[in-house]
């Protein structure tokens, strides 16, 4: 994978490096991640794993599934307290974890990446905040173009279709 399509990281299972050649496995974050200034104080739920025989693809359900619920009620449960989330690539197609950066790891325990690898903690000073995103890049969810489409209850997206097919 090349450096244009996000930022190499180190993970060796216990600390995250940006330093070139450092101990640990290869995996490519979100730059914008790391552009603006470090946010101090932080810490990281590391959903990864150093073992490079841990793969799961990017379109695998559970890889979706852990993105969606992410936008459905991860990221609005921690709220202002979000420093920035990025799901970790190992190549174009394989998907080596996430890491979600917070103020405080007061909900770290329900990060849904967690059931992909396990998650730890851990305190950091290499991320910048950055934005949440506004919803699926290139999914539709519920039949309903993007960025009309949100991650409401069944119930709700089928009166909204309705209503729809009404006018």
Known sequence: ?????????SFDGNALS???????R???ADPRCFEGDPVGGCWASVCASADADAVIP?????????????????????????VCITTLALDE????G??????????????????????Q??????????APPPGPV????????WPFASFVSGDDTDKRSNEDEDH
Do not use: K
């Open 26 to 28: 290869c995996l490519y």
């Open 121 to 130: 903690a851990m305190r950091t000073e290499i991320f910048s905040a950055v």
């Open 58 to 82: 990017f379109d695998d359900p559970q890889v979706q599934r852990a993105r969606t619920e992410a936008l459905a009620w991860w990221i609005p449960l921690l709220g202002s307290d979000l």
């Open 98 to 119: 996430a890491i979600t950066v917070a103020r405080n790891p007061d909900h770290f325990a329900d990060d849904p990446f967690a059931r992909l690898f396990p998650g």
């Open 1 to 9: 994978m090349s450096a244009g399509r996000g930022r190499e990281l």
């Open 93 to 96: 197609s394989r998907y080596g």
């Open 18 to 24: 940006l330093e070139p050649l450092a101990d640990g």
């Open 138 to 145: 290139i999914e539709r969810y519920a039949g309903t173009p």
